[in-house]
């Protein structure tokens, strides 16, 4: 993806998180406004990130990912009002687990925030290998999530 993309992709996440509301409930029609938005917002975030691997893999210049990784921390903070009570249906990929442990949900997210947080901060100010060892543990945080409150990928 070029930088310009990054922007637009970046927008988009933005904008896929405006199903919640500052309080954290939805303001979405329905249970199934609520899912759609988040799926699609989840695969604006996958983009995000595999565009950040290639510069990491690449040993590009990082500073041009802050906003990216500020649009990955913000949906993080968003992920726990995408999942309100009674959006648990198909297609959902969401196990019962968000509703069951939602204070672990509510942690895991959290963690995820606070990575992607870091990762901007060294993507400002251009430190390769700092954003390179921060993107590892950003992954880690998005999929301890996924381990514990989503349904295996059989797409993968």
């Known amino acids: 993806m070029r930088l310009g993309t990054w922007g637009l ?8 998180t405006a199903v ?11 249970a199934g406004s ?7 917002a989840f695969r604006m975030s996958g983009a995000l990130f595999n565009g950040m691997k290639g510069i990491v893999e690449r ?6 990912q ?17 999942f309100p009570a009674g959006s648990d249906g198909a ?8 509703w069951s442990d939602r204070a ?6 959290a963690d995820y925030a606070a990575a992607a947080a870091k990762l901007a901060e060294l993507a400002k100010a251009g430190d ?18 996924h381990d514990g409150y989503r349904k295996p990928d059989e797409h993968r």
Do not use: H
């Open 104 to 109: 672990g949900f509510e942690a895991k997210a």
């Open 66 to 82: 802050a906003f990216a990784a500020r649009s990955l921390a913000g949906w993080a903070k968003a992920i726990p009002g995408m």
């Open 59 to 64: 040993g590009d210049d990082v500073a041009g």
């Open 9 to 16: 992709a970046g927008a988009a996440l933005l904008l896929g």
């Open 34 to 40: 609520a899912i759609a938005g988040r799926q699609a």
């Open 91 to 98: 297609p959902s990929n969401a196990l019962p687990t968000v």
């Open 128 to 145: 390769k290998a700092g954003f390179a060892a921060q993107f590892g543990e950003v992954g880690k945080t998005c999929g301890a999530c």
């Open 20 to 30: 919640a509301s500052a309080s954290g409930k939805p303001v979405a029609a329905d």
